[in-house]
């Protein structure tokens, strides 16, 4: 009765996200959606932000319910998969309307397939006539992605045949492909019913994953691909899916002296204990998600690159509490532009409040827990 009245409420609160998501139908794109969403999202700001602030709130409670539950062994393995299928049916129908990176995925793939021109040195603006150009928010920058991506988004762009609402729903089929990959390492890995939910069920990733269709879970299906083939001794394919790895966004680079001291020592037939490099491969996942704001900002799909390797840890430690605590934080960091429809005046501050405070607590909680 339990797991059915939680899968009852997840169901809801998913369709609600999903709903919501359709108002953010930006009105120079060919496609069409309700008048009342658009309304909401567009014209009734307050509305709007404490709509999403609301949903993000409930669906990181349930998370939380969740999570105690599946430590408590009250929630089976097989009732995971039911929630994630449950996730994913209901997910890929959502609008990728919170942030715009799939229509760059898509923008992108265009110039390099559709007009053959090299992404990396023309930017989207310069094509003359270019629907896109309309509604692109990054029309002014080049690829901002490695050859490993632009080769994937090839299936996406051809199979779309030109029509964009076929096309954004291959683009996140192609994303759903590899979150599933994703989370079956997670399982084969760790054995972790928690360690899959932790991940999988993570309402931040189930976001930026399965609803913006953010390529971050590709980039760490193959950097834990290339553990998982280093740990059975296949050293030229590990290193070769890492740099596949690489070449996707470029944040997993942060993982090459982990990886490549493994090597070392399997060359040298010492012990590696993999605890271990899960430790250090979440620091240094973390690192690098540190210093993405001297780049631009820290973007919340940006935690998915350490949690990949926190939740494979397998003991509760304070990386999981702090993970958490972001994981509850950055969703929200949307909520002020909602309200304000820009990233000036105190928005920055609200963004900053919300990234740091969270995983601030969660530490400090943790830490006093521990001393007890």
Known sequence: MTFIILSIIYGVLLSGITLFSWGFVDANMPLSTLPFLYNLVIRQRSLATTVYVVLQMLLFGWYIVLLVLTYRR???????????GITMSILYFAFPGFSYDLFNYIATAKVTYYYRENPWLVMPIEIPNEPMLRFLHASNKVALYGPSWILLTAIPHFLGLNNLFITIFLFKALVFSFYAALIWQIWKISKSAFALAFLALNPLVTIETLVSGHNDVVMMFLALWAMILLQKRRVFWATLVLFASIFIKGATIALTPIFFWAVIRQQRKQKIVWDNVWFWASISMYVIFFFSSLREEIYAWYLIWPLTFVVLMPKWSI??????????????????????????????????????????????????????
Do not use: D, M
């Not at 009250?74 to 994630?84: A, D, G, H, T, Y």
């Open 319 to 372: 990386l999981h509490a702090i993970t958490l605590g972001f994981s509850f934080g950055l969703p929200l960091r949307l909520a002020p532009f909602l309200y304000f429809r820009n990233w000036g005046r105190i928005t920055p501050f609200i963004k900053k409040f919300v990234t740091f405070i969270p995983p601030a607590l969660a530490g400090f909680v943790y830490a006093i827990h521990k001393k007890r």
């Open 74 to 84: 009250r929630v089976s393995l097989k009732q995971l998969i039911i929630l994630i």
